[in-house]
């Protein structure tokens, strides 16, 4: 079965210390991965995928498959990052995106 | 990218109606796509909206509950049929074009509350 796990509903950091949000599926093909965020009162939106192999905001995402892994990463945490944090998953060739369940990052002055 | 308007933003429904979500996008898509988001919960897809043919729905929905049109390569509607407290949630209608690497722009959902 195809799903997107994300354990943490909620990550608390203070500004400046490191962010790890983590992400973990299950997929019996080459996965295609993304992160998507959605900050207060705006609507969903691309972060980063796999594929690109980008740093986005700071962000990165490295995709593990011997830990079927792709877990978001920041070294330095700003404000401006509190958000909602969805990984997600494309089944392949079909352009469906199959979520996780959300990490809400809190990010303390 | 695609901007996306959804109507209605919010409403409140009683048990037993229908209610029909649109989705105006600003460009031509391949493809649209209806999630649903409980509270608490992740999104869930619905059905993909398949332009002059029926939508193609995921397991756990169907076309009586759901039914879903769309006309052209930018417009879609979502009706929610003979509504319960179970279906009050967050319904968002996607878009993106195929082989545009699975980027997907949302709109700001539609959120329904059912008494």
């Known amino acids: 079965a195809q799903r997107v796990t994300q354990p943490e509903k909620l990550l608390s950091v203070f500004k400046g210390a490191p962010v790890e949000l983590k992400c973990n599926y299950s997929y019996s093909g080459s996965p295609e991965l993304f992160w998507y965020v959605q900050y207060s009162r705006q609507r969903l939106q691309l972060l980063l995928r796999?594929?690109s192999r980008e740093s986005i905001k700071g962000f990165t995402a490295d995709l593990n498959k011997g830990e079927t892994s792709f877990h978001l990463k920041k070294p330095f945490a700003q404000e401006e990052d509190s958000a909602m944090y969805y990984c997600a998953l494309m089944r392949y060739n079909t352009d469906k995106l199959i979520f996780g369940t959300g990490t809400r990052l809190q990010v303390f002055p | 990218s695609a901007v996306i308007s959804q109507k209605p933003s919010r409403d409140i429904c009683q048990r037993g109606t229908s209610l029909t979500i649109q989705c105006q996008v600003d460009s031509q898509v391949t493809m649209m796509f209806w999630y649903r988001q409980q509270p608490g919960q992740s999104l869930t897809l619905i059905a993909t909206a398949n332009q002059g043919s029926e939508a193609t729905y995921e397991s756990g929905f169907v076309i009586d509950k759901f039914p879903i049109s769309r006309p052209n390569l930018t417009f879609s509607t979502l009706t929610v049929s003979n509504m319960s407290p179970e279906d009050s949630s967050i319904y968002l209608c996607s878009v993106g074009n195929r082989g545009n690497t699975g980027e997907l722009f949302f709109g700001e959902g539609s959120r329904l509350t059912v008494l």
């Open positions: 796999h594929i």
